[in-house]
């Protein structure tokens, strides 16, 4: 049996996200595990802009968020092709970021979780973003971190 079977890569298509690729997927080809990209939509942050509005409203707000998403985790599948034989599964949810990642890498018996220390909303001068923060300190698997090149 190998250590890790199942790798969770949360992504938000930052720079940093991206490099957290280039770990999982490696770590992945190496342990022969299969990588599982997840990109939240941060709903409540949408909230958090005072948005109002009907269903249209929102569904006019978020979507430019999906496509931002998706566009996230193909990249982890992209790169993964050129790999060969690494197997990815992406997946888009909706919720706060670091409970969604915490609940997922529970559904899917993650094994570690490797991601960037933070993402687009995450300032330089804080060791760690809120998001990978808040996963470290809850989830109970391990967690690889990985730093802005």
């Known amino acids: 049996m190998n250590m890790y079977d199942t790798i969770l890569i949360p992504t938000d298509g930052s720079d940093t996200a991206e490099r957290a690729i280039d770990?999982?997927?490696d770590l992945a080809r190496q342990?022969?595990?299969?990588v599982y990209a997840?990109?939240?939509i941060d709903v409540a942050e949408l909230l958090e802009v005072d948005?109002?509005?009907d269903?249209?409203?929102f569904e006019a707000t978020i979507e430019p968020l999906e496509t931002e998403a998706k566009r996230a985790v193909t990249t982890v599948d992209e790169r993964a092709r050129r790999l060969d034989d690494v197997e990815?599964?992406?997946v888009v949810?909706?919720?706060a970021p670091d409970e969604t990642i915490v609940a997922y890498a529970d559904e899917?018996?993650?094994d570690l979780i490797v991601m960037g220390t933070h993402g687009r909303r995450g300032l330089p001068r804080y060791l760690l973003g809120s998001t990978t923060e808040r996963v470290v300190r809850t989830v109970d698997v391990p967690v690889l971190t990985v730093p802005v090149g």
Request: proline share 0%; net charge negative; glycine share 12%.
């Open 55 to 57: 269903r249209d409203d």
């Open 51 to 53: 948005y109002v509005g």
């Open 23 to 25: 770990y999982g997927l």
């Open 108 to 110: 899917i018996e993650a």
């Open 88 to 90: 990815v599964i992406t």
């Open 38 to 40: 997840l990109s939240v």
């Open 93 to 95: 949810r909706e919720g």
């Open 31 to 34: 342990y022969d595990a299969t």
